[in-house]
């Protein structure tokens, strides 16, 4: 087959498939003697394994999969995909419990200490951060605190001290400082609960996705496993039976 051959099936064109040739994607190439690529179902099943693991495991990670396969590093492959399913594993166990801590300071406010607002310091200790963090999270639109008309002072009310700590728990679970942000303006928009429960669903849903897409992968590469092994043992055969002659 020829790299349009392959290309065809996924809407590829045939520079793309040279170059997840070149990356490695791909197992060993054999040129005609005009120097063309000849690329066989092996290639194309590679192909199929490579591109299911890219949905879940990223361009990168996948790549190192198959290059682990086709240096006969199976090993290291292995433990890439186990990593890539320990993560989801805490990740889900983050969604938990910041669907625990959330569920109640989405839609509470709680109290100042000693019954006034609180210092950028005081604020910092209570959520145990640095205090640069919390005035980066105010510079991102995260948080946004009063000034003291005397000193100028940032004071921190009971709102103010709600979004911090859910911010804290959003960034625990691994959200960058923009999405806190867009989250944090929801929340305050649909006056707590709704935004609350449409984060907790998306987030599930982006979960489920992720399971869905390394099980797709692991199906596709399972085939291009089998694939080699039943090469392999094809070559044994042969070489076993030339031997007896």
Known sequence: MRPIDLAREH??????????????????????KTGYRRYTPRHAQALRAFLALRSGHGHQQALEIMRAIHRGDTESA???IDAAHVALLAERDTRAEVAASLDSLATTTPRPINGR???????????????ATLRTWETEGILHPERDRATGYRRYGPDCVRDAEIARQLRRGGYRLEQVAQFLDSLREAGGAEAFAAFLRSWADRL????????????????????????RQ???TTEQAGGRR
């Not at 809407?11 to 190439?29: C, E, H, K, M, W």
Request: glycine share 8%; net charge neutral; no cysteine.
């Open 234 to 236: 094809d070559q044994q």
């Open 78 to 80: 292995y433990r890439l």
């Open 117 to 131: 607002s609180l210092t950028v310091g005081e604020l910092a200790r209570r959520l145990d951060l640095h205090p």
């Open 11 to 32: 809407g590829l064109s045939a520079q793309a498939i040279r170059n997840y040739d070149d990356a490695g994607a791909l197992p060993p190439t054999e040129r005609s």
């Open 208 to 231: 489920t996705r992720r399971s869905r897409t390394l099980l797709a992968g692991a199906g596709r590469l399972d085939g291009y496993l089998t694939m080699l092994d039943e090469a």
